[in-house]
């Protein structure tokens, strides 16, 4: 069975702060995909990125960047310079690698209140 | 592109009835997959389609039905609605099923 656990239920920070966004995940599969999505008040689901298992590499797009360590099974999301717009649930999601199974396990979702 | 849409965007039930939702996936998208968020449970995969079947369900009870036309848009359907079904439905789609999936922006379910 896959999971998905973000420990962080709501996060609030203060305008142009920093904050990062924890995510842990549990499968069996030797491959598998991790994306991050973002859900505005307006109830859409807003995909930012996806990572496969075997590339490592960590990636930052803007203020936005994300820390991938197979080691520790975490893929964790920093906002650098955090701003109101940025206010919204962060949702970490899994799906695994075997063939005609694509269905996404999310977590629980992280809310993050940007206070200007 | 156009992104993924959902019809109607809100809707208002009461129990016993049945209902059904209507998801248009993103030009050339041959995969849709559905998904149930609810406070308690979070979001929940509810099935996949592509190319008219139904590849994958999730764990949900038979109430929860749905198909796909050969336009690749897809229903859903939940009938003798309890007041559990209120929720957010939300659709994706994606190119193939395991490329990243795209949603809309849901339909909210209130079950009265």
């Known amino acids: 069975a896959q999971k998905v656990t973000q420990a962080q239920t709501e996060i609030s920070v203060v305008e142009k702060e920093d904050v990062t966004l924890d995510c842990v995940y549990e499968t069996r599969d030797t491959t598998y995909y991790l994306f991050w999505y973002k859900q505005p008040p307006s109830g859409e689901l807003v995909f930012l990125i996806r990572r496969n298992s075997f590339d490592e590499q960590n990636e930052i797009s803007g203020r936005y960047s994300w820390n991938f360590q197979k080691s520790t099974s975490s893929f964790n999301f920093t906002i650098t310079a955090s701003q109101v717009v940025d206010s919204a649930v962060y949702f970490c999601a899994l799906r695994g690698g075997e063939a005609g199974s694509y269905q996404l396990t999310f977590g629980k979702g992280t809310k993050l209140s940007v206070i200007p | 592109k156009a992104g993924v849409t959902q019809t109607p965007r809100y809707l208002i039930k009461t129990r016993g009835q049945q209902v059904t939702l209507s998801c248009s996936p993103i030009?050339?998208?041959?995969?849709v997959s559905w998904y149930q968020q609810t406070p308690g449970q979070g979001l929940q995969f509810l099935f996949e389609?592509?190319?008219?079947?139904?590849?994958n369900k999730g764990n949900f009870p038979g109430r929860f039905s749905g198909r796909q036309f050969s336009n690749s848009r897809s229903e859903m359907n939940v009938s003798t609605l309890e007041l559990g079904d209120s929720a957010l439905y939300l659709c994706?789609?994606?190119?193939?099923?395991?490329?990243?999936?795209?949603f809309g922006p849901g339909t909210r379910l209130l079950v009265l």
């Open positions: 030009s050339g998208h041959r995969s």
């Open positions: 994706a789609s994606s190119y193939g099923g395991k490329e990243t999936q795209y």
């Open positions: 389609y592509f190319s008219e079947t139904q590849r």
